[in-house]
Every structure is written in structure tokens, then in C-alpha cells.
């Protein structure tokens, strides 16, 4: 059986290409989890949803995280986020 972290990941990496908008309120608080992959995967899932309302906490975040690979993971969410609001 997996570690608890790759069972938590795997279920995070479901949640953003279902698209449920509803799942934002899910996914925004495992921005703040210990493990920087589970942040990683968090912002790529919210990525995925298209959903605006996860524009202020993934700046929030960014503005406090200090893995690179998160910070990443965050620039390229807002960036897709960004065109979401402008094609709706």
C-alpha cells in the first residue's frame, strides 16, 4: 500500500481534469501541506479546474513558498487561471 502522501496526491491529480468547480474549496487548503508535492499537485489540480476563484489564494501562496518547484508549479496555474477570465 502507498504512503499516505502518494495516496493523497494521486486523489489531488483526479480532482483537476474531472472539472468540478465546487472541488476549489477542496483543493485550496493543501496549498499550506507540509509536502511541497502535494503543493505542487494542488496548484496544477486548480490549474486544471479553470476555476477564478483559486487566483487570490495561489497568489497568496506564492507569495510565502520558497521550493522552486512550487513556486513553478503556482506561475504556470495563474498564468492558465489568467486565460480562463479572458475566454471564458
Known sequence: MGSPV???????????PMGVASDVGVLVPLLDHI??????ATA???????NTQAITPLRVRYAKEQTDQVKLAISEALRILDQCTTNP
Open 6 to 16: 502518494l495516496l493523497l496526491r494521486a486523489a489531488i491529480e483526479t480532482l483537476g
Open 44 to 50: 496544477r489540480a486548480l490549474r486544471d479546474l479553470c
Open 35 to 40: 509536502s511541497r508535492d502535494i503543493r505542487a
